[in-house]
């Protein structure tokens, strides 16, 4: 045999007997469990890597739950700090919906905000989700904003028949002194009772004391002049009653006097 060739088969030799003892090693490294002892005074307490690594996984599972968790269950704190626990946009709608059916008055957002412990912009995004609802819905009633609150409300094309139906039933309607004089002073407020008699060219004690008394108008101050007289204007029930958001919204005075003389 050459030496060429005995050196081929020494070096083959070699190879194969370093990549068996390279496989007996991994082998043993595999079946070995890898420890550390932890120090005597910690308890001697011996931790395993596998126990170790399922310990971490177990904590990390956790953690995400309770961050998971949080985000649902936190309470969320307003501009005042105060605590605000979040509710789902359809359990918001309907308790809007049923606080604002049972309310004889407009609710605003910050009634609703300090009745339900809730964040405003929330309120506000309840709300105009149940707006669109009752528009999507076509029906009798929608949601409108009124006199600085939010109420449900007939829908004008409706009204002729919501008209008909209320003139059939005994009603305390506004005699023609106290119409006038409200629409006076609806669209001259404030306004003196000195300056309606002069629009009016009769006297208004009785009217004002009428729709004082159905607190249609309110008092307003004194004007500065002399004798310095009470200022009149309308109400928020007067908003209530005639169906409008604010004064802008005033129809003109003959829209207006068929209106009232159909309420």
């Known amino acids: 045999m050459s030496e ?22 991994l082998a043993l490294s595999l079946d070995t469990e890898s420890s550390f002892d932890a120090d005597p005074d910690e ?19 956790r953690a995400t739950e309770a961050a998971t968790a949080g985000k649902v ?29 049972v309310s004889e008055e407009p609710l605003s957002t910050k009634a609703l905000a300090d009745v339900l412990k809730e964040d405003r912009g929330w309120i506000e995004m309840a709300l105009e989700g149940l707006a669109e609802e009752f528009n999507a819905r076509n029906g009798g009633l929608h949601l409108r ?49 000195p300056e309606i008699l002069e629009i009016r060219g ?5 009217a004002i004391k009428t729709l004082l008394d159905k607190r249609l108008i309110k008092a307003c101050g004194r004007k500065e002049t002399i004798g310095r007289p009470m200022l009149y204007g309308t109400s928020k029930e007067f908003l209530l009653q005639f169906g409008l958001k604010d004064l802008s919204e005033l129809p003109s005075i003959e ?5 009232a003389g159909g309420a």
Request: glycine share 4%.
């Open 202 to 206: 009769v006297q208004s004690p009785s």
């Open 73 to 101: 269950d936190s309470p969320v704190a307003d501009d005042a700090g105060d605590p605000h626990h979040v509710r789902s946009m359809a359990e918001m709608m309907a308790i809007i919906e049923s606080l604002i059916f």
């Open 145 to 193: 904003e009124l006199a600085g609150g939010w109420q449900f409300a007939t829908r004008p094309e409706h009204h002729e028949h919501v008209r008909a139906f209320l003139k059939s039933r005994p009603s305390a309607k506004l005699s023609l002194a106290s119409l006038e004089t409200l629409a006076v002073i609806a669209y001259k407020q404030p306004i003196t009772v």
């Open 4 to 25: 060429e060739i005995k050196d081929d088969l020494r070096e083959e030799t070699n190879e194969a007997e370093s990549l068996e003892q390279a496989v007996e090693e």
């Open 255 to 259: 829209d207006f006097e068929d209106l």
């Open 43 to 61: 308890d001697g307490l011996i931790i395993h890597d596998a126990d170790a690594e399922d310990a971490l996984e177990m904590a990390a599972l």
